[in-house]
T-cell receptor
Framework: SQQGEEDPQALSIQEGENATMNCSYKTSINNLQWYRQNSGRGLVHLILIRSNEREKHSGRLRVTLDTSKKSSSLLITASRAADTASYFC?????????????FGTGTRLKVLA | KAGVTQTPRYLIKTRGQQVTLSCSPISGHRSVSWYQQTPGQGLQFLFE???????NKGNFPGRFSGRQFSNSRSEMNVSTLELGDSALYLC?????????????FGPGTRLTVL
């Protein structure tokens, strides 16, 4: 099963509303990253949050990390049609010098104009 | 700086053939990772190269191989193609190894196996 699982799988909102996506994972991590992917294209890095951080902001994006619950959330405020994309979380883990990123299943966000 | 580039962008092959995909990382980046993305399995890690050496490998059969050159450019090869190999293959580069480094992705190569 996936290390990171996003919830919900799909989300449809009106332009101007906020969108919240959640990511849960199973094992301890070193960091967690959020990516955006537009329809079958490459991934765009949004935010990296380290395991000792609780919250990070970048423009209209806010990411929180709760390591005790093994979960993270991505909040997009004042959404725009251009935010329509799939959003993935990726957990990064360092196991004795072997680094692995495991991606979640993604949340498909649709922002209606 | 130019981003990660991948060639070709689209590829159609038939079962049994082999294919080579290329990835040029961001200038100065030394780590290159490859991922396979399919609708059913999502994004799955294939392997990572750093300083021309494979440092990490995902759970894929030996038909999937790769290499990295001294200029950090990387190639991925899939031999004896199967229908299930149809996917978007993504390459990502980072400055160094380690999970604290951000991975920057290329646009991907869409491989269709007929």
């Amino acid at each position: 099963s996936q290390q990171g699982e996003e919830d919900p799988q799909a989300l449809s909102i009106q332009e101007g509303e906020n969108a919240t996506m959640n990511c849960s994972y199973k094992t301890s991590i070193n960091n967690l990253q959020w990516y955006r992917q537009n329809s079958g294209r490459g991934l765009v890095h949004l935010i990296l949050i380290r395991s000792n951080e609780r919250e990070k902001h970048s423009g209209r994006l806010r990411v929180t990390l709760d390591t005790s619950k093994k979960s993270s959330s991505l909040l997009i405020t004042a959404s725009r049609a251009a935010d329509t994309a799939s959003y993935f979380c990726a957990t990064g883990k360092d196991t004795s010098g072997t680094y692995k990123y495991i991606f979640g299943t993604g949340t498909r966000l649709k922002v209606l104009a | 700086k130019a981003g990660v580039t991948q060639t070709p962008r689209y590829l159609i092959k038939t079962r049994g053939q082999q294919v080579t995909l290329s990835c040029s990382p961001i200038s100065g980046h030394r780590s290159v990772s490859w991922y396979q993305q399919t609708p059913g399995q999502g994004l799955q890690f294939l392997f990572e190269y750093f300083s021309e050496t494979q440092r990490n490998k995902g759970n894929f059969p030996g038909r999937f191989s790769g290499r990295q050159f001294s200029n950090s450019r990387s190639e991925m090869n899939v031999s004896t193609l199967e229908l299930g190999d149809s996917a978007l293959y993504l390459c990502a580069s980072s400055l160094a190894r380690g999970v604290t480094d951000t991975q920057y992705f290329g646009p991907g190569t869409r491989l269709t196996v007929l």
